[in-house]
């Protein structure tokens, strides 16, 4: 289990670098989702090692609020022009 | 035997988000990085839920595990399609090798603000 928490930690670091380079706002605003998605997937892996459903519903409520900031964010961006 | 299943659906699960991610990294725009983002992770986390179905039998954990395969394949598309039409709105150009625009074609005149 932990070689697959590794790979988890490994796509963490590919979306952070993306949020860190990422030229555009929009960019950022996909990483960050795909971000909020591999958090739902640690929260499987944890209620498999520990066989407690208490992290089923902390991926049920980031997966909620993930999709609530990600819908926040594209609002917000759509309101105004970017030039690049 | 189902945890052999829950295993090999892990696995595959894992691979389809290693992939999501460095396509994230590599791809050369921000319509074609949504694309393979969000296409591949949706994927690969559905997998590992369902994973949790086959390693645990059937219980609150994977009840609660089905409601969230369900609630990521209803949020994930509409989400990355607010992205891609909010990108598009606020005037990010397509990457130089695409061949054909047809949002911009459906919505001449209101759409080139840059």
Not at chain 2, 17 to 39: E, F, H
Not at chain 2, 59 to 86: N, Q
Request: proline share 3%; with cysteine.
């Amino acid at each position: 289990m932990s070689v697959f928490i590794a790979l988890l930690i490994f796509c963490c670091f590919l979306c952070l670098y993306r949020v860190g380079k990422g030229p555009t706002a929009p960019d950022r605003t996909v990483a960050i989702d795909i971000l909020g998605t591999l958090v739902v997937g640690f929260c499987a892996i944890y209620s498999i090692i520990t066989k407690k459903d208490l992290y089923m519903n902390i991926g049920i409520s980031w997966a909620l609020l993930s999709f609530i900031g990600t819908l926040a964010l594209a609002k917000y961006l759509e309101g105004r022009g970017f030039d690049e | 035997m189902s945890e052999t299943i829950g295993l090999i659906l892990l696995i595959v699960g894992i691979m389809f988000d290693v992939v999501g991610c460095i396509g994230l990294v590599r791809l050369p725009d921000i319509y074609n990085r949504l694309q393979a983002a969000t296409k591949c992770v949706t994927l690969g986390t559905c997998m590992i839920l369902l994973s949790v179905l086959f390693y645990t039998g059937i219980g609150p954990i994977s009840m609660k595990a089905l409601v969230c395969i369900w609630f990521v394949l209803m949020t994930s598309p509409t989400g990355a399609h607010a992205i891609a039409r909010a990108a598009h709105r606020s005037g990010i150009r397509l990457w130089e090798g695409s061949v054909m625009d047809k949002y911009a074609e459906d919505h001449e005149g209101a759409e080139d603000k840059t």
